[in-house]
């Protein structure tokens, strides 16, 4: 399950996903197998927001805080950073830069 909310110029995510869909080692092991990954972020976006500067104001995991420099992390602490994946994302559907203002995402293309 996911939700967006856009709230003026703050976007929150939030998802909760069964641990059983994603490949966490020793999960069954440890008791987790039925248990959910719930979580929720925030992101501010003012204008001139690319993939390669958007930041993250907030993250909270099963109602832990976490740095708020997640996106140049890797996940779970392994392999390419998450910062890799939307600048990847952003580039294969041609977007620019973007903002959140007035309770709206404004995406910008490139055109290409």
């Known amino acids: 399950m996911a939700s967006v909310g856009i709230d003026g110029n703050v976007a929150r995510v939030q998802v909760s996903i069964p641990l059983e869909r994603l ?3 020793f999960r069954d092991a440890l008791g987790l197998g039925d248990r959910y990954l719930n979580a ?3 992101i501010v976006a003012p204008p001139g927001t690319n993939a390669s500067n958007v930041q ?3 993250v909270t995991v099963n109602g832990h805080s ?3 420099d997640l996106l140049d992390r890797g996940f779970l602490g392994v392999g390419p950073s ?3 994946y939307v600048i990847k994302y952003a580039s294969e559907y041609g977007v620019s830069d973007g903002e959140i203002r007035d309770g709206k995402v404004i995406l910008h293309t490139s055109g290409n």
């Open 82 to 84: 998450l910062r890799s």
């Open 23 to 25: 490949d966490v080692p």
């Open 40 to 42: 929720t972020v925030s």
């Open 56 to 58: 993250l104001s907030e």
């Open 66 to 68: 976490f740095p708020t």
